[in-house]
């Protein structure tokens, strides 16, 4: 039990769908990321939330957006995306959102874009 | 160029066999972690550490902050080890992570 659950864990979907994604924590963090990783590559950071307020994002395209409407849930809204956004996505938490702190990760939601 | 660099990128062993897997990074940190990632995706914390020497079980993690290096060591390898095995590090200011692409650890039986 990681106490970081992810639905839903698999999602295909076409370019002009829009689709949510939904992470909870159950370990009373302040913090919680978004992740992608795509095959072959390192883990990329996409956005950061702390007490509710988005304290990171990275450049990440709007088609991506964000929603933390309480410390416990965060969501990953989709819409318009592209084939290569096709990658899984990660959610983490953390006690406090500095790197000093282990992050606690979900099961991972396979997207794919067709 | 990634700022942090693992090697190898992949690996085989036989069961028993003692495996080290090699981080290197370019930034300064607060803490470096590794992580397990088993097939399907899920990523567990296996050790978080600033400096010195961690064990846990079989495995041990060592970092050096001089040498911008840590290593992590399986002892008496299984095959339930295998798995990708991430390095991330937490540099001094800010909030994020910086990750390695990760080694893939295969222990045959």
């Known amino acids: 039990e990681t106490g970081v659950t992810q639905t839903p864990r698999h999602l295909v979907m076409g370019m002009t769908n829009k689709k949510s994604l939904k992470c909870e924590q159950h370990l009373g963090h302040n913090a919680m990321y978004w992740y992608k990783q795509s095959a072959k590559k390192p883990l990329e950071l996409m956005f950061v939330y702390s007490l509710e307020e988005r304290v990171e994002n990275n450049s990440v395209p709007s088609r991506f957006s964000p929603e933390c409407p309480n410390s416990s849930h965060l969501f990953l809204h989709l819409h318009t995306l592209q084939p290569e956004d096709s990658a899984l996505y990660l959610c983490?938490?953390?006690?406090?959102?500095?790197?000093?702190?282990?992050?606690?990760f979900g099961p991972g939601t396979r997207l794919t874009v067709t | 160029k990634n700022e942090v660099e693992q090697s190898p990128q992949n690996l085989t062993a036989q069961e028993g066999e003692f495996i080290t897997i090699n981080c290197s990074y370019s930034v300064g940190i607060s803490a470096l972690h590794w992580l397990q990632q088993h097939p399907g995706g899920g990523i567990v914390s296996l050790f978080m550490?600033?400096?010195g020497k961690k064990k846990h079980g079989r495995l041990i993690a060592t970092i050096n902050i001089q040498e911008k290096h840590s290593s992590l060591h399986i002892t008496a390898s299984h095959p339930r080890d295998s798995a990708v095995y991430i390095c991330a590090v937490g540099p001094f200011t800010g909030n994020q992570f910086y990750f390695g692409t990760g080694t893939s650890l295969t222990v045959i039986p």
């Open positions: 550490l600033s400096s």
């Open positions: 983490a938490s953390s006690r406090e959102p500095y790197s000093s702190y282990e992050q606690y």
